[in-house]
């Protein structure tokens, strides 16, 4: 390919792939000139230049481009980045984002993100996986920690699903504890797209736990990074991809954290831009509440399940629900076991006493009436569902 | 002047004939045993000497050599003791040859020349071929089990030359101990509620299935377990022989000889693995899972076990043997046993029931990870025990005794040797597929279970065996019908559910 083939944006994705880059210093590689202008110039950069010597790029770099850093780390991180873009080849690393279906938007293209580009802090690029015309309707983020507890990950579980099915698309990181119990939620309710935001390159699923829930968003809704591909999980990078969360929410629930953490950088991230900021209340005794419970306190909405969501939305107060039943009648036999049943889940042995049956009987008429979708069975215990989840 | 005597060591669970030869010669006084033997067998020299000389015998003021042949094994233990002071009194003449003709000496000896018992008597007369056999006096019954020798015994080495040569008759042995372990098993008829995990430890016990119980601390886990062992029928001859050798081998048979219950062994959560397989650098023990052989093998608290320990479970739960090797030597030593472990779903305890877990994430997968998905694809039966009701607890409802369950236990157990197995869970997939032909509707249930992938190639096996088992409990003949097949799915949880699951 030759060097005119090249299309522009191809720079500023390589230009993002350079050691210690982040958006505020992607800004500044591409103040100071055209992307494959900066590009080259680094390219020639070479450690015995003299001040002299400069390009009129590097030069402009060196004198406003890079804030609090001393004139020798200002020449240290630029050899560096020299280093780095002579071993990066510009067009195959492009050609890469081709091949694995990446799609690519930079700051100021037509197809950038509208909700991105009003923002005061907006990545300068964006990476997408999935189909990114699902960040059209509206959305709600939830967030959390990632050393949830049960209460925490089942009310993420009922909120994401609940939202999903009442059209919100829900945004969140995909990181362990509430951020995956929340996309698991939505992509059961099989309704409004999931939206995530990672803080790595699109190829380095992090964490490893959730490579498949990562690929389900991906199909179902769209998976969005700052990042290009290859770009490893750091810690500083995550501090940057909340904020895209924070843009993104219309409405943002903290769903369980402790009183410090990603998920309460987030909600100030998210006051700032004047976002509804919305907290699940958690025991005061627990810990892992203490955020919440504080975000309560200082006068977020709290947010007991979808229906509150959607208020603070200005929606619907009441979800939509399937006003015909869509599930087939369960057989006779079937409906009397069902009538004991309770709505919360209990082992299967109350159902052997007050039923009668043998336990084999009484599994198959189980096992049919979860084939129709009436109960929900784990480990010995049997819980009924009140209406058709679809 | 040289003498033969006739005895043997042990040698992991099994006897070695071994021939001590002691030559008694003009030269420089001195005493030396050769032919490998370990410390505690080089230590016999002491022993025997002052045996002798406290017995009133003469120590031969020659070179006396003993030889321990078959050279090439190495000889572990007090056991020979008695044949050494036998060829010593031969070999210096204090003693005529033809006295201990035919006859094998086997036992340890105290300084002032008492016989004393020693370990492992049952697989070591075994080896023997003689056909009278000196033992002492603690050793006459177990070396009775084997029942084509005459076991003579004496108290000290003063009496027994004095019968071997006929100077006095051979003592009395001593009664047989009674056995007072009998009499308390737990009674099944003392458990409340829990119906379901009364049906699989039933079932378990019918057919030798595995069997896992994950519930929180108070649920009545190992109370359950413990029921397990009275409603297992007697074990058969050969396996209560096995079973036998393997504890006599490791010193703690119990009085009144053949085991003939099946073993109940609970290994503490901090058994290593050397003690929970066998093994040791020198002479190799058998571990608990042998210990346990024919019997149950009880791990409460499953989570805490190491992971090394729980690993070296895998094989012999296939094969019913375990193969130690040492770089000296390499033995097979029986272990079949019933499987039966219980924890906790998850560190808090509460897990199984929705909503009440305390724990995060984290402290779940960790504890998760401690038991591999192998070894708990090898459970028959998973089930979740929870505290039961409180008004089943208040309100006896009824439940049925060990004995009546046991008769029926037995029954399949019956029923399974006419299989040409010992119990069900022992059936390969050719015999299930002929002994135990599905009908239609069950097909189908694991058809469909197979196509959602809720189901293994393995798995099907496991819930097809139980199956059969659940049939057989019912008296059931002909192909197993859908009901059958729908218990054994239910009374085998996925992990995944039971230890502490994720969101939904």
């Known amino acids: ?390 | 002047m040289l003498a033969t005597v006739p005895s043997a060591a042990l040698f992991g669970v099994a006897g070695v004939a071994v021939t001590v030869e002691v030559h008694v010669a003009r030269g420089l006084p001195g005493f030396t045993v050769v032919g490998l033997p370990d410390t505690s067998c080089r230590e016999s020299r002491d022993r025997v000497r002052a045996a002798l000389l406290t017995s009133g015998f003469a120590w031969p003021d020659k070179r006396t050599t003993v030889n321990l042949a078959p050279t090439s094994v190495r000889k572990i233990g007090s056991a020979l003791d008695l044949a050494i002071a036998i060829g010593v009194l031969v070999a210096s003449e204090q003693l005529s040859p033809a006295a201990i003709e035919d006859r094998a000496f086997l036992g340890e000896l105290g300084l002032d020349g008492t016989l004393r018992h020693v370990p492992g008597v049952l697989p070591i007369i075994e080896a023997i071929s003689a056909p009278e056999i000196i033992v002492p006096p603690g050793s006459v019954h177990e070396a009775s089990l084997v029942g084509d020798r005459r076991v003579l015994c004496a108290t000290d080495l003063k009496e027994l030359v004095d019968a071997l040569t006929a100077e006095v008759p051979w003592p009395r042995p001593p009664d047989e101990p009674f056995d007072l372990t009998v009499a308390a098993l737990p009674e099944l008829a003392d458990v409340r509620g829990h119906q379901v995990a009364r049906a699989a430890l039933e079932i378990a016990a019918a057919g030798g299935h595995n069997l896992l119980m994950v519930g929180p601390p108070g649920a009545g886990k190992t109370m359950l377990a413990h029921r397990l062992s009275g409603l297992l029928p007697d074990l058969d001859d050969g396996i209560a022989l096995e079973a036998t050798r393997v504890h006599s081998a490791a010193g703690v048979l119990p009085p009144g000889g053949l085991i003939r219950r099946p073993p109940w062994r609970a290994p503490h959560h901090g058994t290593s693995a050397v003690a929970m397989v066998g093994g040791g650098s020198q002479r190799l023990r058998p571990g608990e899972i042998s210990l346990a052989h024919g019997g149950v093998l009880f791990l409460d608290e499953l989570g805490e076990f190491s992971a090394v320990v729980l690993d070296a479970l895998r094989q012999p739960l296939e094969e019913g043997v375990i193969r130690i090797a040492r770089a000296e030597t390499r033995v097979e030593v029986p272990a079949d046993f019933l499987l039966v472990a219980a924890m906790n779903p998850c560190p808090c305890g509460e897990g199984v029931i929705p909503s009440s877990c305390r724990c995060t994430d984290r402290a779940l997968d960790r504890y998760r990870r401690r038991v591999s998905g192998p070894l708990l694809d090898r459970f028959d039966l998973r089930l979740d025990v929870h505290r039961p009701d409180p008004r089943a607890l208040l309100h006896g409802d009824g439940a049925e005794s060990t004995a009546v369950v046991a008769a029926r236990v037995r029954a399949v157990r019956e029923r399974a040797r006419s299989r040409g197995v010992t119990s069900n869970a022992g059936l390969g997939g050719s015999a299930l597929e002929r002994d135990a032909p599905l009908s239609a509707p069950a097909s189908d249930l694991l058809q469909r279970a197979l196509e959602s992938g809720r189901l293994t190639a393995r798995g099907l096996r496991r819930i097809w065996r139980v199956a059969l088992t659940i049939a057989d409990l019912a008296e059931h003949d002909g192909p197993l019908r859908a009901e059958h097949v729908a218990s054994a799915f239910h009374l085998r949880a996925d992990p995944a559910f039971l230890l502490g699951s994720s969101a939904a």
């Open chain 1, 1 to 390: 390919m030759s060097r005119r083939a090249i299309p522009s944006d191809a720079f500023v994705v390589a230009l993002a792939r350079l050691p210690q880059v982040g958006p505020a210093r992607l800004r500044s590689l591409l103040c100071v000139g055209e992307p494959s202008e900066v590009w080259e110039s680094l390219c020639r950069v070479s450690p015995s230049e003299s001040t002299s010597q400069r390009s009129s790029v590097v030069g402009k770099l060196m004198a406003d481009g890079l804030d609090r850093l001393s004139e020798t780390q200002r020449v240290g991180l630029i050899e560096l980045w020299g280093r780095a873009a002579r071993s990066l080849d510009v067009s195959t690393f492009w050609q890469a984002h081709l091949d694995a279906g990446i799609g690519v938007t930079v700051f100021g293209s037509p197809s950038f993100p509208p909700v991105f580009a009003a923002d005061d802090d907006p990545p300068m690029v964006l990476f997408w996986k999935g189909d990114l015309d699902h960040l059209a309707g509206v959305r709600a983020a939830l967030v959390g920690t990632r050393r949830a507890s049960r209460y925490g990950r089942d009310v993420a579980f009922e909120l994401g699903r609940d939202l999903a099915a009442a059209g919100i698309a829900v945004v969140s990181g995909l990181a362990l504890g509430i951020d995956g119990a929340a996309h698991s939620g939505a992509l059961e309710a099989c309704a409004a797209p999931p939206i995530a935001v990672v803080g790595s390159g699109l190829d380095r699923i992090y964490p490893r736990a959730h490579a498949a829930l990562w690929r389900r968003v991906a199909d179902a809704g769209v998976i969005i990074s700052e990042y290009p591909l290859g770009a490893p999980a750091a810690a500083w990078q995550f501090p940057a991809r909340n904020r895209l969360i924070a843009t993104l929410a219309d409405a943002l629930i903290v769903v369980e954290s402790q009183h410090t953490g990603g998920a309460m950088g987030t909600a100030i991230e998210a006051t700032r831009r004047g976002g509804v900021v919305m907290a699940v209340p958690g025991p005061v005794t627990a810990s892992s509440s203490d955020g919440t419970n504080q975000l309560l306190v200082d006068g977020c909405v709290p947010a007991r399940d979808a229906t509150d969501v959607l208020i603070a939305l200005g929606r619907d107060s009441v979800p939509r629900r399937s006003a015909t039943e869509s599930r087939r009648p369960p057989s006779p036999e079937a409906a009397a076991v069902l009538e004991h049943i309770a709505w919360q889940a209990a082992p299967m042995e109350q159902l052997l006493l007050a039923t009668g049956l043998d336990l084999g009987v009484l599994a198959l008429h189980i096992d049919a009436l979860e084939a129709e979708g009436w109960v929900a069975q784990r480990a010995g215990w049997v819980e009924r569902i009140g209406r058709s989840r679809s």
